[in-house]
């Protein structure tokens, strides 16, 4: 079995408390699904970039931390699965399953 992480997409003035009912329950169900198919190593959900730092090392070999995340983009993201599947299609079809239940674009890349 490979690794791989399905990440969710949000855009940058994501607001969690926005989210219904209706997505933290199909989320849910989406959990149970992957906790009952044996393929979730671990998920969690990250605060927003605002509370993220970086570092740095500089050439001169210091390290420099500023706030926020590493890229300037328009999204970041806001929460994970890394998952236990036997090949990439099936860790895609979770994929499709976690942007129907987020209601936002998902990420799927394997781990070397």
């Not at 490979?2 to 997409?9: K, Y």
């Not at 740095?56 to 994970?80: N, Q, S």
Request: net charge negative; with cysteine; charged share 25%.
């Amino acid at each position: 079995m490979s690794q791989f992480l399905v990440a969710i997409h949000h855009p940058d003035d994501f607001d969690p408390s926005t989210e219904d009912d209706a997505t933290r329950s199909d989320i849910e169900a989406l959990n149970l699904e992957m906790r009952a198919a044996g393929v979730r190593v671990f998920a969690g959900g990250l605060q927003s970039p605002s509370s993220a730092k970086s570092v740095r090392v500089r050439p001169d070999g210091k390290l420099f931390v500023t706030d926020g995340p590493y890229i300037e983009t328009k999204e970041h993201i806001g929460g994970f699965w890394v998952l236990e599947a036997a090949n990439f299609e099936e860790a895609l079809d979770w994929g499709r399953k976690a942007a129907v239940a987020c209601r936002a674009p998902v990420e799927v890349r394997p781990f070397h």
